[in-house]
């Protein structure tokens, strides 16, 4: 009996021992770098590729909660996810100090303000076409009269920019509005990440996602620029134990996506 007792009160000592040693795992500088109000900020479009709200509850469910909340827990904050509805309001964020560490593409123009990761994941871009428009392939898409809707500043706005010739781009600002194009028919097609284009589809009878690909857009966690080094460092080492240790590829598959891959490590 004594010796029970000494053990369940030597497990509770252990316990707490093993919480502070994680906790002190982190200098406090690093944690202060990357949560300077004592919280993690975690930004990202409000988008399938990175999260949505689940009709039933209302809670966010996606890669970049998963991925954000377990940055959280090393660090030892609390987690707060920051949905955006459009890529310019992230990038007016970094320079406001409205968020600590997103999830996004990877590009120059973002990197101009941001510190990015390694990729994390590859996303595939691709088109949606709606009922009745006369696009049978992607070859079919620039020409003259086709109209494609695009986020702006997203991937497929960047690619699509310096590429089409021919059809003429519409920019949305968020996913509903890109899908209002569609639905309003003031676009044939929209390019998105296909598993954007996968998820949305069913809603548009008759809309169809294109065979093949225009883009593999790579994802990768950032921080904004002017933190110490220290903090996109971490997350630079966070991505890197991520994918090595299951937790993208397993986050990838509790939110369903298609045509997305883990990044290779580095």
Same mark, same amino acid.
């Given at each position: ?129 709606? =009922? /009745? !428009? &006369? ?5 079919? %898409?620039?020409?003259?009269? @086709?109209? $494609?809707?695009?986020?702006?500043? *997203? ?43 996968? =998820? /949305? !589809? &069913? ?5 169809? %996602?294109?065979?093949?690909? @225009?883009? $593999?857009?790579?994802?990768?966690? *950032? ?44």
């Amino acid at each position: 009996m004594k010796f029970m007792k000494w053990f369940h009160a030597a497990a509770l000592v252990m316990a707490v021992a093993g919480c502070t040693v994680m906790q002190g795992d982190i200098d406090p500088d690093t944690r202060a770098a990357l949560a300077p109000t004592g919280k993690l900020r975690v930004a990202f479009l409000a988008a399938p590729i990175y999260a949505t709200k689940d009709p039933a509850t209302g809670e966010l469910k996606g890669v970049a909660v998963d991925l954000g909340r377990e940055l959280a827990q090393r660090l030892g904050v609390p987690f707060e996810p920051v949905p955006h509805s459009g890529v310019p309001a992230i990038i007016a964020g970094a320079k406001a100090g409205s968020w600590d560490v997103v999830l996004m593409g990877i590009n120059a123009e973002r990197a101009a303000v941001m510190d990015f990761s390694a990729p994390y994941m590859e996303v595939e871009q691709g088109y949606l076409v709606r =009922a /009745g !428009a &006369p696009i049978a392939s992607a070859a079919d %898409v620039d020409r003259p009269g @086709i109209r $494609v809707g695009v986020i702006e500043k *997203a991937g497929a706005d960047v690619l699509l920019s310096k590429e089409l010739r021919n059809a003429t781009l519409i920019r949305a600002k968020t996913v509903p509005e890109l899908y209002a194009l569609i639905a309003g028919e003031k676009a044939d097609v929209i390019a998105a990440t296909k598993s954007t284009l996968f =998820a /949305g !589809a &069913p809603k548009y009878p008759g809309s169809r %996602v294109l065979d093949g690909r @225009i883009l $593999v857009e790579p994802l990768g966690m *950032a921080v904004p620029k002017g933190r110490p080094s220290t903090a996109a460092a971490y997350v630079r080492k966070f991505v890197e134990d991520a994918k090595a240790q299951g937790l993208v590829k397993s986050a990838i598959e509790r939110a369903g996506l298609r045509g997305v891959t883990v990044a290779a490590r580095g």
